[in-house]
């Protein structure tokens, strides 16, 4: 591996890119390529094995391409497909599900934590044992949302539409009176402002944990230590999306700065 190769960073669609702002904050030197999964999206509906296999195609695509280290932009894949790929692959792979654990154990004064994920992040209760590991007495509780995971790939990221399907969810916690929300899916802080408008309308003070920074920290500790942080003036993006490349590039263009029509491409794996 040579300091100028790319990070990589994979999600099962567009919510990644909520990851890709951050890395570009932490990594402005760095170069980078992004697969997004549309083709098999949403993760959050299917098997574990399912995802666990997508998962490592799409890691070993980038794994090809040269990179030097992978970030696992999906809370579902991480919770099922991160081991399986830090075994088998010979470059660092992190996820974001201990960041954003780490994180909400800090923030939380009452120790109750809710998580909106996907549905196959909740039902993985990998969220309950990790932020465990930091604090026994934390109670946490989950509620899957796929319908969300759909507006944010559709563009609905702050308007009437998306409001009400996370109202919706929101009110599937009840009367559990949570301070620290886990935007437990890489597609969700996209919608933070809409999530803000709502606590606000509420008169509620709820702390959003997106796990986006640490993650992108963890990554850079690891790549200091072996000595492959970049120092490039002129950083690329290469995008590659598994179906409908003209939808995925709207969206990634609403969301990341870039005008390089070259940098997109679609790749069948």
Known sequence: MKKNDPIGVFDSGVGGLSVLKELLKVFPEENFKYIGDTLRMPYGVRTPKDVESSTFECLNFLAEQGVKGIVIACNTATCYGLKNAQEKLDIPVVGVVEPACSYAYLVTKNNKVALIATEGTVKSKVYEETIKKFNKNIVLKGVGAPQLVLDVENGNLNNDIVEKTITNYLNEFEDFDYD?????????????????????????KVKLVDPANRTAVALKDILRKDDLLNQEKNPKIDFFSTNNLGKFKNTVENVIDTDNEESFKEVFI
Request: hydrophobic share 40%; charged share 30%; glycine share 4%.
């Open 180 to 204: 620290t929300l886990i935007l437990g899916c890489t597609h969700f802080p996209l919608a933070r402002e809409a999530f803000e408008k709502i606590f606000e309308k509420q008169n509620r």
